[in-house]
Every structure is written in C-alpha cells, then in structure tokens.
C-alpha cells in the first residue's frame, strides 16, 4: 500500500512539474527529478507511519480506511509541501 501512496505522489508531482515547467526538460530528466525530490524530502518515511497507524485503527473497515488513504495523499502532495519550502 504504500508503494502505491508513493507512486501517486510522484506522479501528481510530476503533472504539477510538467505544467510549471512548459516543457522545458524532457519526461525522463522530470521524472527523475520528481522520484529523487520524493526520496529527498522525508514525505516517505511519514506516509508509510501513517498508512501503518491507519491500518491498526481501521484495520478491514474498507469506507473509513479508504478515506483516510486518501486524506494521507491530500495532505502530502509533493506539489504543495515542495512548494511551502520556497
């Protein structure tokens, strides 16, 4: 599951680059550049405890766990928490 958080993460970072960015650099250079941001920036280690803590407290209970999956994508958008640091 949280290969899954990690890999919406960096795609939705990678649209937000790729419509700042106009084209500037090719796929691969962002995309490299989204992946190695998201390994930099800490986001990983929090999704993966949050998704842990959600999973004990929801445990099988698919409506509530899926809502806070979601809630965890939302709140840890590369796009948004890159952009606080500027």
């Known amino acids: 599951m949280a290969l899954i958080a990690g890999a919406i993460l960096v795609f939705e970072y990678l649209c937000f680059l790729l419509q700042v960015q106009c084209g500037v650099d090719s796929l691969q250079e962002s995309l490299t550049l ?34 806070v999956l979601m809630h965890i994508a939302k709140e840890n958008q590369l796009s948004k928490m890159l952009n606080r640091k500027d």
């Open 34 to 67: 989204v992946v190695k941001e998201y390994q930099n920036s800490g986001i990983q280690t929090k999704v993966n405890e949050s998704i842990q803590k959600a999973f004990v407290k929801y445990g099988d209970n698919v409506d509530n766990l899926c809502l």
